[in-house]
Structures are given as C-alpha cells and as structure tokens.
C-alpha cells in the first residue's frame, strides 16, 4: 500500500506487536510494499475469520493504524472511496435518478456508463446496476476537484434531494461527513505535545 513505507510500523499500528515476517508471509519478499502487502492480507483474513470471538471490521481496524501513523492523507482517500463505492452499491438501480440530482447527465451520457455493462441482450443485469452507478461517481467526484469534503458533501446533499432518500435509513454517510470534518481537530490533538494549560483540572 502506498504511502506506508515500513511493513513493522503497520503491523503495530494494527496491533500485530512485535510479531516477525514469517508470522505474515511464508515465502522470503524483496520489496516493502510486498511486505505491507501481507500485512494487509493477513488483517483481511483475521477480520474474516469467522472462528474469532471479536469480529473486526476490515475498514475500521485499517482507518485507526493509519491515523495512528498520522497517515491522514490516505485515510481520506480511501474513506472517500468507500463512500463512493457504497453509494453506488446502495442506490444500485436509482442511481440514474441520482446522477440527475448531482449534475446535468444527458441520457446519451448515462446510457455510455452503462455500455460496458450490458450483457449479450443489451441489459445491465440488477445485481450489477452497482457498476454504472460506480463509473458515474467516480468521474463525477473528479470533476468536483480535490476536496473531499466537498465531495461527501455533494453527494449527501444529492441523496438527500431523491424520492424516498436513501439516507433516510443508511446514517453512515452522515457519519463520515463528520469524521472528515473532524479529522484535522483529531490529527492535531493526537500528534501535538500536550500543553498542560490546556487541561482542566
């Protein structure tokens, strides 16, 4: 994974102390983010394990070592493309009814994102109405710019324009728009040295 450049500092953020190399990987690996890499594989194939008593969620366990390594700035890209991904997987089948709340789409446009999809009859099948609905998010959350805040913002306040508002009922947008709006308060009151005027006693 980019932007973490040593495999032991991740594996304690993750709480896999003081483990060796071999405990991640069995074979020998030339490169840090290969190392990184098995890390990774070996978290998803704990949080998976069905056998563990603490079920832990893939996403929140990687977010917290990040914010541990003060690697904010990947955090948010990858809390962005959850969200993006999520959406897409959420409105599914709306999500034309969507493209239209947050930005001018022409029928000709939406039917281009749903072309690669088609299958041999000319029919984007239900469970992959995902995958449009993905492209679309993503080229639009390029055009926004690079404020993701601003992104997750957009596309609150599109979901929440729709009939019936997916929001209504699915709250962990509205969560993340306020950890990204916290994000800069938490980053500073975890990695400046604590001022003791700054406690009440």
Known sequence: MENISSWRSFADALGYVNLPLTFFCRAELDSEPERVASVLEKLKEDCNNTENKERKSFQKELVMALLKMDCQGL?????????????????????RELAEKLAKVSKQQMDAYESPHRDRNGVVDSEAMWKPAYDFLLTWSHQIGDSYRDVIQELHLGLDKMKNPITKRWKHLTGTLILVNSLDVLRAAAFSPADQDDFVI
């Open 75 to 95: 955090v948010v890209r990858l809390i962005q493309d959850f969200v993006l991904l999520t959406t897409a997987v959420e409105v599914a089948q709306r999500w």
